[in-house]
T-cell receptor
Framework: AQKVTQAQTEISVVEKEDVTLDCVYE???????LFWYKQPPSGELVFLIR??????QNEISGRYSWNFQKSTSSFNFTITASQVVDSAVYFC??????????FGTGTRLTVIP | DSGVTQTPKHLITATGQRVTLRCSPR?????VYWYQQSLDQGLQFLIQ???????AKGNILERFSAQQFPDLHSELNLSSLELGDSALYFC??????????????FGQGTRLTVV
């Protein structure tokens, strides 16, 4: 069975602080993809990143970075120098051979000015 | 803008009624997915179509049905609506021709309120 756990329900940080959102996944498949999506207050789901299970290289995109560790089944997301516009709910998701996404319960990030 | 269009954006209807949600995928994408986001269940996969054929089924109720038309747009039909069906319904698309298992891009969602 597939499962994604985002243990942090809500996080608040002050603007310019760094913040890490945790994601732990479970799957028996050896080939899978991991995703992060952002859901701002307006409600849409915005794609941020996709990594496949064979690529454990960390990735950086501007203020965003992702740390994928197969040994701990984790795919954590760090925002550096947070901004008010980063306030949103962030979802981690897992995709296996079935193609559809299994989402975590999301982490609500509030960045305080 | 993800390129996925959902209509209507908001829908308010009474219990027992039937509604149809519409989704236009990104140009050329062959796969369409439907997801439901509710407060108690979170984001849940309902159903997937690929080039007009049902490919995968998730936690979709028997009162719900979907189809994908030859022009690749999709409709989700919800009938005998109950208060608990109130949710945000997302459509997503992926897999342009020749590329399998690509990332899914989501529409803005249809917020359904059943009163």
């Amino acid at each position: 069975a597939q499962k994604v756990t985002q243990a942090q329900t809500e996080i608040s940080v002050v603007e310019k602080e760094d913040v890490t959102l945790d994601c732990v996944y479970e799957t028996r498949d050896t080939t899978y993809y991991l995703f992060w999506y952002k859901q701002p207050p307006s409600g849409e789901l915005v794609f941020l990143i996709r990594r496949n299970s064979f690529d454990e290289q960390n990735e950086i995109s501007g203020r965003y970075s992702w740390n994928f560790q197969k040994s701990t089944s984790s795919f954590n997301f760090t925002i550096t120098a947070s901004q008010v516009v980063d306030s949103a709910v962030y979802f981690c998701a897992l995709q296996t051979g079935a193609n559809n996404l299994f989402f975590g319960t999301g982490t609500r990030l509030t960045v305080i000015p | 803008d993800s390129g996925v269009t959902q209509t209507p954006k908001h829908l308010i209807t009474a219990t027992g009624q039937r509604v149809t949600l519409r989704c236009s995928p990104r140009s050329g994408d062959l796969s369409v997915y439907w997801y439901q986001q509710s407060l108690d269940q979170g984001l849940q996969f309902l159903i997937q179509y690929y080039n007009g054929e049902e490919r995968a089924k998730g936690n979709i109720l028997e009162r719900f049905s979907a189809q994908q038309f030859p022009d690749l747009h999709s409709e989700l039909n919800l009938s005998s609506l109950e208060l608990g069906d109130s949710a945000l319904y997302f459509c997503a698309s992926s897999e342009p021709p020749g590329r399998l298992n690509t990332e899914a891009f989501f529409g803005q969602g249809t917020r359904l309120t059943v009163v």
